[in-house]
């Protein structure tokens, strides 16, 4: 047996499934995970020494590389002078801040330790504010392990095939209205039966967990103006698009001026983070300005403050239209070998990160995003990882590329794509 198969025999004694977030099993793909010991720039190592070039990146936040030393540098200093505090330090300070000033939306922030902590005060703020009850969300979009937003969440319950989640009580989804991405009709048609009672639409401005979907034209603009109208409030969840998709986000590279925003990922530089954003007259309704209660005791602390800071600096040096550019060259090339072998490839690519579907047909909502065919997934994956390039077990999962990415890496990857057999 392997070392990453020995580990993961005793973690299954010990962790529930083994793993301690349900895609990391590798179920979809059939085959075990490795378990890894370590990561420098483009590459992780595992636990047996196997070298691979890495397009998960933790999932999205190391748009940076793993270890880039100057975002060790400022954890380790923050490290040395104590890891948690549970009182203000200036690190929080320094990451608001930069935040503040990159995203347009964004006024005042606070703190949390989590995307899903970050999606779920944010509704319990929308609620607050607006009074009213229902949120509209769209299938197949992810915003978290929040009660009411698991209905239709894409990839994680996708790839088990779990239709929702036993758990979770009627009483907590009956306010959870659910639309098709990019079907402003059904959002229209949703908010006159129940607009005098919706506080908020949330969406991926780009939808992450069904595999890559960008919006459509005219539907991130159609859902500020419907929310505009009738006293809602739209939050984006710019977990996985916050300072991926632009320096300013995806409410800075399409112009939508959301209330709330919610973050993670890339703000914490590596470590356990989450943020949620918006309107000074909104976030003030927070304790202890106002009567909506949220508390934390690790929100804000100094190591991930200042991980995070540190890289916000880097990237606000970086070209993120050269990294696009070479990540839609790299995902054409992958598109073409495939292709080449006879299999049915759609290729939806934004920024530095892309999805490829194996299906006909062109993919805008999670319906069209199940017809592609996770049998030839799993080949794709398995012999890529045979070959040294780790991707995401799952096909309804994004590639992430980064600024370490070498367009030798990306050659390597073009090569092992082109030894695979259907």
């Known amino acids: 047996?392997?070392?990453?198969?020995?580990?993961?025999?005793?973690?299954?004694?010990?962790?529930?499934?083994?793993?301690?977030s349900p895609v990391r099993a590798c179920k979809s793909v059939d085959c075990e995970p490795l378990f890894i010991s370590k990561g420098y720039g483009s590459r992780i190592l595992s636990e047996e020494g196997q070298e691979l070039i890495d397009y998960v990146m933790s999932w999205g936040p190391l748009l940076l590389g793993h270890c880039h030393p100057e975002v060790t540098r400022a954890a380790r200093e923050a490290v040395e002078h104590g890891s948690s505090f549970g009182a203000p330090c200036r690190q929080e300070i320094d990451l608001a801040e930069a935040i503040v000033q990159a995203l347009p939306a964004v006024e005042m922030v606070r703190m949390v330790n989590s995307g899903t902590e970050a999606t779920m005060t944010a509704l319990r703020l929308a609620r607050s504010f607006t009074r009213k009850n229902k949120v509209l969300k769209c299938v197949g979009c992810y915003h978290g392990h929040v009660d009411s937003l698991l209905a239709e969440a894409g990839s994680g319950l996708a790839t088990l095939c779990i239709p929702g989640t036993p758990g979770v009580p009627e009483d907590t989804v009956k306010h959870t209205l659910l639309a098709p991405y990019n079907d402003l009709q059904a959002v229209e048609a949703l908010f006159e039966n129940h607009g005098a009672d919706i506080a908020a639409v949330i969406v991926e401005p780009v939808a992450g967990n069904m595999g890559l979907v960008p919006p459509q034209e005219g539907f991130l603009q159609g859902l500020r103006e419907i929310t505009r109208q009738h006293g809602a409030l739209l939050i984006f969840d710019e977990v996985i698009t916050g300072f991926r998709m632009s320096f300013a986000g995806a409410q800075g590279r399409f112009g939508i001026d959301p209330d709330l925003t919610c973050l993670g990922k890339i703000i914490g530089g590596g470590f356990p983070v989450g943020a949620f954003g918006g309107k000074k007259q909104i976030m003030e309704q927070l304790a202890p300005c106002g009567d909506t209660y949220q508390a934390g005791t690790l929100s804000g602390n100094p190591v991930a403050m200042a991980a995070g800071a540190a890289t916000l600096q880097i990237l606000s040096r970086m070209d993120y239209d050269q990294l696009e550019k070479r990540t839609q060259d790299f995902a054409a090339g992958l598109k073409s070998i495939l292709e080449a072998k006879g299999v049915p490839v759609q290729l939806n690519c934004l920024g530095s990160a892309f999805t490829l579907f194996f299906t006909s047909q062109p993919v805008s909502d999670f319906e069209s995003a199940?017809?592609?065919?996770?049998?030839?997934?799993?080949?794709?994956?398995?012999?890529?990882?045979?070959?040294?390039?780790?991707?995401?077990?799952?096909?309804?999962?994004?590639t992430f590329t980064s600024f370490v990415h070498t367009d030798q890496d990306f050659q390597t990857t073009l090569d092992a794509a082109e030894n695979i057999h259907f």
């Open 370 to 398: 199940k017809t592609s065919d996770q049998r030839l997934f799993q080949t794709f994956y398995t012999q890529m990882r045979r070959q040294n390039i780790y991707l995401a077990p799952s096909g309804f999962e994004c």
């Open 1 to 20: 047996m392997t070392d990453s198969s020995l580990l993961f025999e005793k973690a299954r004694q010990l962790i529930p499934g083994g793993v301690n």
